[in-house]
């Protein structure tokens, strides 16, 4: 069984990055035609797509238009883990950050139990 | 505002079959799978449907999807009050080269 744990603050102030790690039980960031994402839900936005990285010999990435050049997606192979690194963070980041299992094209279906992040001072 | 168009609200009885739509373009629906999350408050999100039609082991038959063009749908059957949740369409991008949420559907079981 495919399970997902997140970790990671759930303030961080103005301008400065968010950094959330989800740990990988049950399979391998390496997996073929597995997918790893971030997603994030908030009442004014719902769920969002962040980004995803997957990873065969070499690791690929994808990125949401609103959220390049401002964030990463690091997988880490020695502890079959990925994070998620967004910069310079303001309030409208606010919001409940999930890690996806998305197992490629059977859909996102394994997810992290969530971390809610509020962005303040 | 999304890509992919949802209404914001829908409801029914218990009992009740109920639908609700999903409009995209050729840039994600009209070429690429739709998938539909429920979103429970206080819970993750979960896989409903895959590859615009399928359902995931313990989903129950009441849950269909179905696609036509660049637009999808979500029936839901038998309506319980269990079923009072959000619902979201999702696709890949081909010219966005990303994933896209549609805005989410709220369901109220009246």
């Known amino acids: 069984q495919v399970q997902l744990q997140q970790s990671g603050p759930g303030l961080v102030k103005p301008s400065q990055t968010l950094s959330l790690t989800c740990a990988i039980s049950?399979?391998?960031?390496?997996?073929?035609?597995?997918?790893w994402n971030w997603v994030r839900q908030s009442p004014s936005r719902g769920l969002e797509w962040l980004g995803r990285?997957?990873?065969?010999?070499?690791?690929?990435?994808d990125f949401a238009v609103s959220m390049k050049s401002r964030i990463t997606i690091n997988p880490d192979t020695s502890k079959n883990q990925f994070s998620l690194h967004r910069k310079s963070v303001t309030p409208e980041d606010t919001a409940v950050y999930y890690c996806?299992?998305?197992?490629?094209?059977?859909?996102?279906?394994?997810w992290g139990q969530g971390t809610t992040v509020t962005v303040s001072s | 505002q999304s890509v992919l168009t949802q209404p914001p609200s829908a409801s029914g009885t218990p009992g009740q079959r109920v639908t609700m739509s999903c409009s995209g373009s050729?840039?994600?629906?009209?070429?690429?799978?739709v998938y539909w999350y429920q979103h429970l408050p206080g819970m993750a999100p979960k896989l409903l449907i895959y590859?615009?039609?399928q359902r995931p082991s313990g989903v129950p038959d009441r849950f269909s999807g179905s696609k036509s063009g660049t637009s999808a749908s979500l029936a839901i059957n038998g309506l319980r009050s269990e079923d009072e949740a959000d619902y979201y369409c999702?696709?890949?991008?081909?010219?966005?080269?990303?994933?896209?949420f549609g805005g989410g559907t709220k369901l109220t079981v009246l």
């Open positions: 996806v299992r998305n197992d490629i094209p059977y859909g996102m279906d394994v």
């Open positions: 049950g399979d391998t960031v390496l997996s073929n035609n597995v997918a």
């Open positions: 990285t997957h990873c065969k010999s070499d690791c690929y990435y």
């Open positions: 050729t840039s994600n629906i009209g070429n690429n799978y």
């Open positions: 590859k615009n039609d």
């Open positions: 999702a696709s890949w991008d081909g010219s966005l080269m990303g994933e896209l």
